[in-house]
């Protein structure tokens, strides 16, 4: 106790301190990762490059440049050119600062809890490394959720080094993965996301291991494998059913395209191009020829096909016979056709990635309450946007937003959930007796 009391006083001293430097710092993250958001996926360079405003291109000057505040000074407009820069920029900056706030708090709290003797039961010990593991984690899955909402992409840029961070800490510090009972104590050493397997028993199957680091480096590749292989699982047997989807027909069948989307006299349903393509690699691929058509700055004689091929359309283009026109140009098509291929939403491979580094981060036990909590949000997300704007089963919704969404609750309430199910067990033992 007398290490903690030593602790507390000197965390007391320094609280309102820290407080204001991790809004500090939580707002430049923030403002890094906006920089990140918008410069990865464009692969352009996220350090050596000075900020400009995308639509004058003027070089942004530094006081300009302040997190929060010169959104704010400016009133969301360019100094130059008046373009109205995103509110978005100014939401991820208070985000961040606010969560790394949050960070603090808990690991503040639980000190003080750890003073009371009355309070402090069975409580984790929050090593101070743990405020870094969240705090990096807190920024990847921000920074994944808005460019996987703005491209359906999951950069492995940000997974792969993240993950690796979380791996390396576990072994330099291993204090810093949630590891209940102090390192001396080897005897009753255990770790708390794997509270849930010992619960189910799996734990007798653990092996025994005589370091800290250890623990928390097993944790950590547990995580890793339950997080990437589940969904690599579940996306192998995505890819197979859905992927994409071939209609073969044995009449000829008419897909009408518009300057918004295409519809087939097959199931005359009508599709926006917005949710056909999806992600950026999405084709609809039609064997059959166009009977007629108008593209703007075009013959329309030259758009007729005599014979069958493949016309190839993407968010970008439009393509057979060797010519490619840009997809907006595209007036209107007419094309009789056997067999078209259009393009499906499986689970990604980011989905599995970016789970992995999860578990890297949090373990196993993590893994399985985020699988859990992001498929139920994300399924009800599902089918509220079914029901208000008749969207199609296959369009889907971001999923990365829940996988953050629930990774986010698993970090402040982890504690709380898991003393419901110690009592919900308890509860299970006792009645059974
Ligand atoms: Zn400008």
Known sequence: MTEFYKYYEYVEQVFPLFTVWLIIIGACVGSFLNVVIWRMPREE???????????CNKNIPAWQNIPILSWLMLR???SNCKAPIS???IIIEAMTALLFLAVWMRAFKIYRLKIDPDVMINIGVWHPSMILLYCVLIAAILSLSMIDIDH???????TFSCALFAVVLAIAVPGSHEIVGAPEQLGNLYHKPLLLFSCMGITQFYPILESAWQVSLLDS?????LGFGFFFVLSQVGKFFMGDK??????ETTITIDEKGYVSDYDDDYMLWEDTFIREKDELIIEGRIIEGKVSKVDPKALIMKEDGE???TEDYLKFNDMEYKLEDVKSLSIKTKSWTIPLEPLGMGDATMLGMIGAFLGPGAVIFVLFISSLSGSLAGLVKLGFKKAKMHTGIPFVPFIAFATI??????????DLWAYYIQYINNSGQ
Do not use: M, W
């Open 76 to 78: 969301g407009k360019c």
């Open 221 to 225: 590749l547990l995580g890793i494998f």
């Open 87 to 89: 509110a978005r920029y």
């Open 152 to 158: 359906r992409i999951v950069p492995d840029q940000i």
């Open 246 to 251: 071939t209609f073969e027909t044995e009449e």
């Open 45 to 55: 360079s996220i350090v050596f490059a000075p900020s400009h405003c995308p639509k």
């Open 311 to 313: 016309i190839i359309l």
């Open 409 to 418: 609750l698993y970090i402040f309430f982890n504690q709380f959930l898991l």
